[in-house]
């Protein structure tokens, strides 16, 4: 079917830079919203950025989120970082294509997430 796998995570200074990536494969006809979320530790699950099929955003400042069609990819450039930026990255998409059954629709899918561990 479709999977995501997000890419990019790791360990970084407080003020340091990371860009996140979600690769989308599968079968896809297109994709319409992407976005990030983010889940730190003993916390709930946070919407950090979305972008529309169109490639309107929501954010501005440290984050900047983009995508590239051709290639089924989201990006996250974080910039700035902060210790409490520290969480698992998540990617969503909303996809359209064909079910088992040849019925077309859009769905919802995530990926597994990726770490972020913003050292002080």
């Not at 969503?92 to 059954?101: Q, V």
Request: charged share 20%.
């Amino acid at each position: 079917q479709v999977q995501l796998v997000e890419s990019g995570g790791g360990l970084v200074q407080a003020g340091g830079s990371l860009r996140l990536s979600c690769a989308a494969s599968g079968r896809i006809l297109s994709i319409n919203d992407m976005g990030w979320y983010r889940q730190a530790p003993g916390k709930e699950r946070e919407l950090v950025a979305v972008i529309s099929s169109g490639g309107s955003t929501n954010v501005e400042g440290r984050f900047t989120i983009s995508r590239d069609n051709d290639k089924n990819t989201m990006y996250l450039q974080m910039n700035s970082l902060k210790p409490e930026d520290t969480a698992v990255y998540y990617c969503r998409m909303h996809i359209r294509n064909y079910n088992d059954l040849g019925v077309m629709g859009v769905m919802d899918y995530w990926g597994k997430g990726t770490l972020v561990n913003v050292s002080a």
